[in-house]
């Protein structure tokens, strides 16, 4: 996984989260390449094979264009000191790591089925096929790990949460 972090948060804090939701999707994290912004609301979006631009490169110390077998991007709600829809810092960082399991989901199906057609007419969000997928994994997992089946992610999101809180007292909360 190569990670591009345009937040304040330690790249290693970020990387122990988003391996945890990878692992709670069965999903590998090899040749993807994950970018995390900041924001009011958490939030992401996921899409297969492609490359990053040279752009994007040069400003985090690359010059080429890097070819992958995933892309996510993700928003860590840590900006604002009120969130939209995450009061707490411990809600918003429960926020990402959910959403953090349900773009590494979509990760997960293009490698096996590819991404879907850009020709066809869309359906709304909630009746796409993948989108129904991605959840079921997501709430899965989620299940899984609240019955003990999987092992509990609690401690990289209450890591993430201690430094959304502190974030937020640098901004004046």
Same mark, same amino acid.
């Given at each position: 996984m190569r990670l591009y972090n345009r937040t304040r948060c330690p790249d290693d804090l970020l990387r122990v989260v988003l391996v945890a939701a990878a692992r709670?999707? &069965?999903? +590998? @994290?090899?040749? @993807? !390449?994950? *970018?995390?912004t900041g924001g009011s609301c958490s939030g992401g979006r996921a899409w297969g094979r492609g490359w990053v631009s040279r752009g994007w490169l040069v400003t985090h110390g690359g010059k080429r +264009?890097?070819?992958?077998?995933g892309?996510?991007?993700? !928003?860590? $709600? #840590?900006?604002? &000191?009120? =969130?939209? #829809?995450? /009061?707490d810092p411990l809600s918003a960082a429960q926020a990402f790591y959910r959403t953090a399991c349900h773009e590494w989901a979509?990760?997960?199906? =293009? *490698?096996?089925?590819? &991404? /879907?057609? $850009? &020709?066809?007419?869309r359906l709304r969000w909630a009746d796409r096929p993948q989108e129904q997928s991605a959840m079921a994994a997501t709430d899965e997992a989620l299940e899984r790990e609240a019955n003990g089946q999987l092992a509990s992610r609690d401690e990289p999101i209450l890591m993430l949460a201690v430094w959304i809180e502190s974030a937020l007292k640098g901004i004046g909360k």
């Open positions: 709670a999707v &069965s999903c +590998r @994290t090899a040749d @993807t !390449i994950v *970018r995390v +264009r890097l070819w992958h077998d892309n996510i991007t993700l !928003i860590l $709600p #840590y900006r604002h &000191s009120r =969130f939209r #829809y995450d /009061p979509h990760v997960r199906d =293009f *490698r096996k089925t590819g &991404s /879907p057609d $850009p &020709s066809t007419r």
